[in-house]
Nanobody, 114 residues
Framework: QVRLVESGGGLVQPGGSLRLSCAAS????????TGWYRQAPGKQRDLVAR???????YYADSVKGRFTISRDNAKNMVYLQMNSLKPEDTAVYYC????????WGQGTQVTVSS
């Protein structure tokens, strides 16, 4: 059984930083495409960043230069380092692994507010 668990969310002031973690069990993240998605209240869930099995990385335009996705194969984890956070980054952030399969975590809340 594949399970993804996100952690690291919280309340941060504008301009601050957070690092989200996605821990996997039941699969090896290095063989998947793993992405971070976010969903703000009343909005659709959007892709923020993803890394595929070969290490190719994609970022949404809204987070380029501020967010960094990375993977630690030894720990079987994927991270999202978020810097220069803005109020519009406030959302529930989800980890998703696909190809093969399609697995989601339960989400972690990120709130950017003064």
């Amino acid at each position: 059984q594949v399970r993804l668990v996100e952690s690291g969310g919280g309340l941060v002031q504008p301009g601050g930083s957070l690092r989200l973690s996605c821990a996997a069990s039941g699969t090896i993240l290095a063989i998947h495409t793993t992405g971070w998605y976010r969903q703000a209240p009343g909005k659709q869930r959007d892709l923020v960043a993803r890394i595929n099995g070969g290490g190719t990385i994609y970022y949404a335009d809204s987070v380029k230069g501020r967010f960094t996705i990375s993977r630690d194969n030894a720990k079987n984890m994927v991270y999202l380092q978020m810097n220069s956070l803005k109020p519009e980054d406030t959302a529930v952030y989800y980890c998703r692994s696909t190809f093969p399969g399609d697995y989601w975590g339960q989400g972690t809340q990120v709130t950017v507010s003064s």
